[in-house]
């Protein structure tokens, strides 16, 4: 398994929850790491990006000003902290790791493999589920 996600959970509106991503030493060394989510019914779409080489941040707008993703070296782990969660955040979150410079991309499928813009996306983990529901 290259990236292994958890935190999932059901929390209320208003509420926080921190999902981590540990990632094997190949997939850690993706030029950028990412949070994504797939609520049912809907394309998959990117909620956060981090690149390696400065740290630097990509929010899609929907979650700017309340998610904020991080990573830890060491651990080789990605964090995604979301606050004031809205039911509209209820999706499965996906971390992924790829050499794109994160931005608004939209998400496809074809033969079988996700594409993150033109990049076909090499590292995926196996999702964890956010429900935001009172």
């Known amino acids: 398994v290259q990236l292994q996600a958890s935190g999932g959970g059901l929390v209320q509106p208003g509420g926080s929850l921190k999902l981590s991503c540990v990632a094997s030493?190949?997939?850690?060394?993706?030029?950028?790491m990412g949070w994504f989510r797939q609520a049912t019914g809907k394309e998959r779409e990117i909620v956060a990006a981090?690149?390696?080489?400065?740290?630097?941040?990509y929010y899609t707008d929907a979650v700017k000003g309340r998610f904020t993703i991080s990573g830890h070296n060491a651990s080789k782990t990605v964090y995604l902290q979301m606050n004031s969660l809205r039911p509209e955040d209820t999706a499965v979150y996906y971390c992924?790791?790829?050499?794109?410079?994160?931005?608004?991309?939209?998400?496809?499928?074809?033969?079988?493999?996700?594409?993150?813009?033109?990049?076909?996306?090499?590292?995926w983990g196996q999702g964890t589920q956010v429900t935001v529901s009172s």
């Open positions: 030493e190949r997939a850690f060394a993706s030029y950028a």
């Open positions: 981090i690149t390696k080489n400065d740290g630097s941040t």
């Open positions: 992924a790791g790829f050499q794109s410079k994160p931005g608004p991309f939209s998400v496809s499928m074809s033969r079988g493999y996700y594409y993150y813009g033109v990049e076909r996306v090499p590292y």
